[in-house]
């Protein structure tokens, strides 16, 4: 797993696990790994163009696209805490 901890641009997230502690996990098209932005239960972040929307565990779901993928604009400011904001959508 790669931590964010500056801006990023994200292109070809195939889905997004979000958890209620305010963590978002990336999968990427083609990579082996979750990109993880580790952000506060208050932080500002903002999905759209979501197809569904499943509960995988406790706290925790995933989000697909209602596109091919998800872009994402990821603002952080280090590896825990981050307030964004995350902003996803389908191009």
């Keep these: 797993m790669a931590r964010i901890t500056q801006p990023t641009r994200l ?24 990109y993880t932005w580790d952000g506060g239960e208050d932080a500002d972040w903002k999905i759209e163009d979501v197809d569904s929307v499943e509960n995988i565990d406790e706290d925790r779901f995933i989000m697909y696209p209602d596109g091919e993928a998800f872009v994402c604009d990821i603002a952080s400011e280090g590896e825990e805490g981050n307030t964004g904001p995350v902003r996803c959508w389908c191009e």
Aim: net charge negative.
């Design 11 to 34: 292109d070809r997230v195939e889905h997004i696990i979000g958890s209620g502690t305010g963590m978002l996990d990336f999968a990427v098209e083609g990579e082996n790994d979750y």
